[in-house]
């Protein structure tokens, strides 16, 4: 899509993630953090921003953050200095936002990820703690806006990325990545659609051959994947317009409508000098030590990329196998308790990855109420290696199993569903469908091949689909040639 763009000019990206911390309570307040409330119900003094009410720092948050930080490889600072972000806006009352500026609590870091089977690490400038702002309603028939306040003071990290990102895949495929180390270290929900996960997009395009990046714009109100992508192509095709024609790219925040598939130019980007950061005097500089930022290393669970390059080597996954079996830490073990029983990991990984999942919409969060759990499906898939049922009839059984919510064993011996690996008896059908069917057997031994399969599924009819493939191919292919 972006070809001509593309053959003249290299696409530039980097990523600013605002992501909400999932504690009991708010950043700088006592009221409880929470999402969907009656408008204006979880607030205190502090979120209303009235005069006197002082902010007081929740300890769980930057526990929260600090484990973040950790998981993607930052320097975390053992001091690190809260600033007010002065602007006027109505879901702001205080006049102002709490945020880390010149002193951020994280440093560097990174994400890696795998695209098109190739390892990326794409560098992080930074992480900082701030409070998010309120949100304000414009019922537009109605002529009137109105603020509520419940989000005022919630927990945001922001991520910051260098401008290392080349093409929107790898834009998707690091907001992915990034999504998922949140989730295994269940800090956010990372939903993207209720605005707890939300990503702004900078972009710029460089001529290809020079060193000099191009001017960026930032592109806010990216809401699901799929427009982050889209959003992306927009923005490089209106850049590359723009200068093809002879004009500049003014550095400015624009608004992707998602609706119609276009961005528009929200305001001019505003400098720092704008927002007149200074120290916020009501809170002590954080210190975090070295002992407890060691300590949170150590408690640190296995992260996504971890797991997914252990099951790269451990259980033989392609990349794109091991990617899928560890989008979330659940899935993984799933998988890694049926691989171990059943000792087969491309087994456990195919009837996973086409069976079960058929079935789960929400890979993170639909495991773990699945039946057949972890130990079932193992269950099942025994039956398979020890011959009781063919692949074909696992897949019906395991249907049966997800329906009834009852054992592989109980369904076989209720529905009496075993393969018949009986050799004899095979034979007496294989040799039953040949004799009832002259003109058929005439025209495979003429050489029309494909009737093979004709009787193949007469003789499974007979069996009730239950005969053994394997063997019902040897005798047939014995019987037919004659
Ligand atoms: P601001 O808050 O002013 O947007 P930040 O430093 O928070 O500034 O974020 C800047 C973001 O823009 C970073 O993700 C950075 O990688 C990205 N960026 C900087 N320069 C460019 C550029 N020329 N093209 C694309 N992205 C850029
Ligand atoms: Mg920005």
């Known amino acids: 899509m972006l070809e001509k763009v593309l053959e003249k000019y290299e696409l530039v990206m980097g990523l600013e993630v605002h992501a909400q911390l999932k504690t ?10 929470a999402y969907g409330e009656e408008p204006n119900t979880a607030v205190s003094t502090v979120c209303t921003g009235m005069p006197g009410a002082l902010p007081t720092l929740n300890r769980a948050a930057v526990t929260e953050a600090l484990k973040t930080a950790l998981a993607l490889k930052c320097d975390v600072q053992t001091l690190s200095v809260f600033s007010r972000k002065h602007y006027f806006y109505p879901d702001l009352p205080k006049g102002y936002q709490i945020s880390q500026y010149d002193r951020p609590y994280a440093l560097k870091g990174r994400v890696v990820f795998y695209l098109n089977n190739e390892r990326r690490e794409i560098n992080l400038t930074r992480i900082h703690m701030e409070e998010d702002a309120g949100k304000n309603l414009h019922l537009d028939d109605q002529g009137i806006s109105l603020v509520d306040l419940n989000r005022s003071s919630v927990p945001l990290i922001e991520i910051v990325s260098e401008p290392e990102l080349r093409s929107p895949p790898e834009a998707v495929a ?20 209720e605005g707890n996960f939300r990503c702004d997009a900078n972009v710029s395009l460089r001529p290809r051959g020079h060193e000099k990046f191009g001017t960026r714009v930032e592109l806010k109100n990216i809401n699901s994947f799929r427009n982050l992508e889209r959003a992306i192509i927009y923005e490089a095709q209106r850049q590359y317009d723009s200068l093809e024609t002879g004009g500049k790219i003014v550095q400015e925040t624009r608004l992707w409508d998602a609706d119609q598939n276009k961005s528009q130019s929200m305001r001019s980007k505003e400098e720092a000098a704008d927002y007149r950061y200074m120290p916020e005097p009501d809170l002590l500089p ?15 669970p296995e992260l996504p990329i971890d797991k997914m390059e252990r099951f790269i080597k451990e259980y033989h996954r392609s990349a794109y196998d091991a990617e899928v079996l560890t989008t979330s830490s659940d899935l993984a073990d799933y998988f890694e308790t049926v691989a171990k029983a059943i000792k087969d990991d491309q087994l456990a990984s195919n009837f996973i990855q086409t069976n079960v999942l058929a079935h789960i919409p929400n890979v993170e969060t639909g495991i773990q109420k699945f039946y057949p759990d972890a130990k079932s499906l193992a269950d099942l898939l025994m039956k398979v290696q020890d011959k009781t049922l063919s692949l074909n009839l696992a897949k019906d059984v395991f249907e049966i199993m997800r329906a009834e919510k009852k054992s592989a064993a109980a369904i076989i011996q209720e529905k009496n569903l075993s393969q018949v690996n009986d050799e004899s008896a095979l034979l007496a059908v294989v040799e039953k469908v040949i004799q009832e069917n002259p003109k058929q057997l005439a025209d495979f031994r003429s050489g029309k091949d494909k009737l093979f399969g004709f009787f193949m599924g007469q003789c499974q ?22």
């Open 174 to 193: 690091y907001l992915k990545a990034l999504r998922s180390v949140l989730r295994y270290l269940d800090v956010c929900d990372g939903n993207l659609e």
């Open 461 to 482: 009819k007979a069996l009730e689909g239950k005969g053994s493939p394997a063997t019902l191919k040897k005798l047939l292919d014995e019987k037919l040639k004659g």
């Open 24 to 33: 009991k309570t708010k950043l700088m307040s006592p009221a409880p953090n």
């Open 286 to 300: 954080l210190t975090i030590s070295k002992d407890v930022i060691e300590k949170a290393r150590k408690e640190l």
